[in-house]
């Protein structure tokens, strides 16, 4: 079965400074991945995903990701961190067994970002 | 577009008492979801729906039924609640697999269930 795992629980980083939260897979197969943010008492909204194609995978509000296959990692990254990015953050997998487009999420990671 | 609603966004049972979560989305999606979220252990999914009339069981969904009559709803019901089931309550949608690469899963704002 397919899994993500996210291995920080909280990351602290400085507005201003790049930021990366981390986030790392195993499936049998080619991966479909994505990245979600979830803003508190908010629904998670959907920021980028790796399918196929190049490793660098940009998506909304200046956020990137770059796909790793010999590391199987899929790291979310943003050069110059905003306090407005302060949030909770979820790395998933798509299930490539048994239909239905379903996601595998990891346990999140809650990033804060201080003045 | 309003996207995917949910309904109620709050609600507090006592044990043993049933209810129903309603979720629309106005997106023409195929696919529907309901997923529970706690603390540190992110998103599971309870039930699941590739279409109108058709639902299957995704990693916990014990103690909990759905429908889907419409294709644009898709309801959630606790038959007897328990304690366990205090969560938050997310509903998403999304494409069928058979649209090029669009499988991303959009979600709802959330149904904060608590049960005493």
């Known amino acids: 079965a397919q899994s993500v795992a996210q291995p920080e629980d909280q990351v602290n980083v400085a507005e201003g400074n790049p930021l990366t939260v981390k986030c790392t897979y195993s499936?049998?197969?080619?991966?479909?991945l994505f990245w979600y943010v979830q803003y508190p008492n908010r629904g998670l909204q959907f920021l980028l995903k790796?399918?196929?194609?190049?490793?660098l995978v940009k998506g909304s509000y200046g956020f990137e990701a770059e796909f790793n296959k010999s590391q199987t990692s899929f790291h979310l990254k943003k050069p110059s961190a905003l306090v407005s990015d302060s949030a909770l953050y979820f790395c998933?997998?798509?299930?490539?067994?048994?239909?239905?487009?379903?996601?595998?999420f990891g346990t999140g990671t809650q990033l804060k970002v201080e003045l | 577009n309003a996207g995917v609603t949910q309904t109620p966004k709050f609600r507090v049972l006592k044990t043993g008492q049933s209810m129903t979560l309603l979720c629309a989305q106005d997106?023409?999606?195929?696919?529907m979801y309901w997923y529970r979220q706690d603390p540190g252990m992110g998103l599971r999914l309870i039930h699941y729906s590739v279409g109108e009339g058709t639902t299957a069981k995704g990693e916990v969904p014990d103690g909990y039924n759905v429908s889907r009559l419409k294709k644009q709803n898709f309801l959630l019901g606790l038959e007897s609640a328990a304690p366990s089931q205090t969560s938050v309550y997310f509903c998403a949608s999304s494409y069928p697999s058979d649209r090029g690469d669009l499988y991303e899963q959009y979600f709802g704002p959330g149904t904060r269930l608590t049960v005493t």
């Open positions: 499936v049998s197969g080619n991966p479909y």
């Open positions: 997106m023409n999606h195929e696919y």
């Open positions: 790796y399918i196929t194609g190049d490793n």
């Open positions: 998933a997998v798509r299930e490539m067994a048994g239909g239905g487009n379903k996601l595998t």
